[in-house]
C-alpha cells in the first residue's frame, strides 16, 4: 500500500534519474552524495515504516537483496567493507543505504553519517556512467546471488 503523502511513494525521492534496477521487492539508485563512491540506496517498493511491517518471506527476500547489492558494489569498487543503514528516522519507509567503504576512506572506524564532507554530486553524465557500469554487472551478479525476480 503506497501513502500518498510518502517521499518514497509518490516518487518524490529518490531522484528517479538516479535509477539503476529493479531488484524485486526494492529499486536501487545511486545516492544523491557520491563522497562515498558507489553509495547505494534499496528503497521497498511498497510503503512500510518497520521491518515488522512486512511477512517473514518479505523479510527473507529482502535481506538477500541487499546482500546481492552489497556483493555487486563490493566488487566493482574493491570494498574492504560494505556499510549497511536502515534508519527511516527522516524519510519513514523502509529503504536501506549500502555503502562500500574503498581502501582511501578517510575514516574507515566511522560511520559515514559522522565524517564532515561536502557532498559530491556528480554530473548527469558521470551519474549515467555510473549506471550504466552497474548495469553491466548487476544482472549476472543478482542472478548468482539468488536475487533475481
Known amino acids: 500500500m503506497n501513502q500518498p503523502a510518502c517521499k518514497a511513494c ?9 535509477f539503476i534496477a529493479d531488484c524485486g521487492l526494492t529499486r536501487a539508485y545511486l545516492h544523491d552524495d557520491q563522497f ?3 553509495w547505494t540506496l534499496l528503497v521497498l517498493k ?3 515504516t518497520e521491518l515488522f511491517n512486512l511477512s517473514r518471506d518479505e523479510r ?3 535481506i538477500e537483496e541487499v546482500s ?5 558494489l563490493s566488487d566493482e569498487w574493491r570494498a574492504v567493507k560494505i556499510n549497511y543503514e536502515l534508519l527511516g528516522n527522516q524519510l519513514p519507509h523502509i529503504h536501506w543505504h ?11 572506524l566511522e560511520p559515514v553519517w559522522r565524517i564532515p564532507h561536502e557532498p559530491v554530486r556528480l554530473t548527469p553524465d558521470a551519474i549515467a556512467s555510473m549506471i550504466e ?5 548487476w544482472p549476472g551478479h543478482m ?4 536475487g533475481e525476480r
Do not use: E, Y
Open 10 to 18: 509518490v516518487g518524490l525521492w529518490p531522484r528517479q534519474g538516479h
Open 36 to 38: 562515498f563512491p558507489g
Open 46 to 48: 511498497q510503503h512500510a
Open 60 to 62: 527473507g527476500n529482502l
Open 68 to 72: 546481492a547489492v552489497a556483493a555487486v
Open 98 to 108: 549500502v555503502i562500500p567503504r574503498l581502501p582511501q576512506d578517510p575514516a574507515p
Open 133 to 137: 557500469r552497474l548495469r553491466k554487472v
Open 143 to 146: 542472478h548468482h546471488m539468488g
